[in-house]
């Protein structure tokens, strides 16, 4: 299993921005598709973003699509969720997963590990 830690969250206005990081350790992740989920109170964990092991490809919820941008940088073992334009309905707890499955995967299950989250607060 990746060792996985998420920062960056906080609170913001609607409109405006944050920038997620998901540092990984314990193993090289360069081969592993990399994920964003989030959680609001009272829903099941929803997927975000995922990215191939290379960066190359990504991959949307419909939601989220044009406002949120996945990366990785692989020589630093981190993802990152840039999120612009925010509204109300993206706050929740932002979770990064990690597996060997296709970047295209929405299923929790799929993935085997896991950080804590982060929290993301957006006001109206």
């Known amino acids: 299993q990746v060792q996985l830690v998420e920062s960056g969250g906080g609170l913001v206005q609607a409109g405006g921005s944050l920038r997620l990081s998901c540092a990984a350790a314990?193993?090289?992740?360069?081969?592993?598709?990399m994920a964003w989920f989030r959680q609001a109170p009272g829903k099941e964990r929803e997927f975000v973003a995922g990215i191939s092991g290379s960066g190359t490809d990504t991959y949307y919820v419909d939601s989220v699509k044009g406002r949120f941008t996945i990366s990785r940088d692989n020589a630093k073992n981190t993802v990152y969720l840039q999120m612009n334009s925010l509204k109300p309905e993206d706050t929740a707890v932002y979770y990064c997963?990690?597996?060997?499955?296709?970047?295209?995967?929405?299923?929790?299950?799929?993935?085997?590990?896991w950080g804590r989250g982060t929290q993301v607060t957006v006001s109206s």
């Open positions: 997963a990690a597996d060997r499955v296709n970047f295209r995967e929405k299923n929790t299950y799929a993935f085997g590990s």
């Open positions: 314990g193993r090289i992740v360069s081969s592993y598709t």
